[in-house]
T-cell receptor, first 114, second 113 residues
Framework: AQSVSQHNHHVILSEAASLELGCNYS??????LFWYVQYPGQHLQLLLK??????LVKGIKGFEAEFIKSKFSFNLRKPSVQWSDTAEYFC????????????FGTGTKLQVIP | DADVTQTPRNRITKTGKRIMLECSQT?????MYWYRQDPGLGLRLIYY???????NKGEISDGYSVSRQAQAKFSLSLESAIPNQTALYFC????????????FGEGSRLTVL
């Protein structure tokens, strides 16, 4: 079975600081990878996704993520965060084939201080 | 209007009561899911359905049941609610055969006293 680990549970940054949130997954086969964002009081929205091809994926609002297959990682980055990026971020993995269930990490709460 | 609609959005109930959370979607997706979100635990899958006749248990199905009334409707029931079922519940859909991208409803916050 697949699993997802997010190492940082709570991150506090000042505006304009750079962001990197870690995500590692455990699965021996081919996967699709996602980052979702949940703004306060809202539902989850897709931030970016990786299916195949260029391992550096660009998403909305200046976010990007890099898939490193050898490290089973899909870390999320943003060069300069804004106060509006305050949210909870979830990494998710979907194993290809079979029943294709999506497994989520436990989430990272990001607080950006103006 | 939202593509994935959940009702009710908020519900407070008492231990032992039966509760139904409803989900309807206009995305035309075959696959529907119910997740539960708890602080520090992320989202955990309760049940999922790949079509009207295909319903499967997720990782935390005990104490829950579901009904797929139509392609567009997927309901979650708590037959006898207990306080540790207090959580935020999300319905989601995905296309078929699917790459796993999920589209979420607004969530239903359930409090069991």
């Amino acid at each position: 079975a697949q699993s997802v680990s997010q190492h940082n549970h709570h991150v506090i940054l000042s505006e304009a600081a750079s962001l990197e949130l870690g995500c590692n997954y455990s699965y021996g086969g081919t996967v699709n990878l996602f980052w979702y964002v949940q703004y306060p009081g809202q539902h989850l929205q897709l931030l970016l996704k990786y299916f195949s091809g260029d391992p550096l994926v660009k998403g909305i609002k200046g976010f990007e993520a890099e898939f490193i297959k050898s490290k089973f990682s899909f870390n999320l980055r943003k060069p300069s965060v804004q106060w509006s990026d305050t949210a909870e971020y979830f990494c998710a993995v979907n194993a290809r084939g079979g029943y294709q269930k999506v497994t989520f990490g436990t989430g990272t709460k990001l607080q950006v201080i103006p | 209007d939202a593509d994935v609609t959940q009702t009710p959005r908020n519900r407070i109930t008492k231990t032992g009561k039966r509760i139904m959370l409803e989900c309807s979607q206009t995305k035309g997706h075959d696959r529907m899911y119910w997740y539960r979100q708890d602080p520090g635990l992320g989202l955990r899958l309760i049940y999922y359905s790949f079509d009207v006749k295909d319903i499967n248990k997720g990782e935390i199905s005990d104490g829950y049941s579901v009904s797929r009334q139509a392609q567009a409707k997927f309901s979650l029931s708590l037959e006898s609610a207990i306080p540790n079922q207090t959580a935020l519940y999300f319905c989601a859909t995905s296309d078929s055969p699917g790459r796993g991208e999920l589209f979420f409803g607004e969530g239903s916050r359930l409090t069991v006293l």
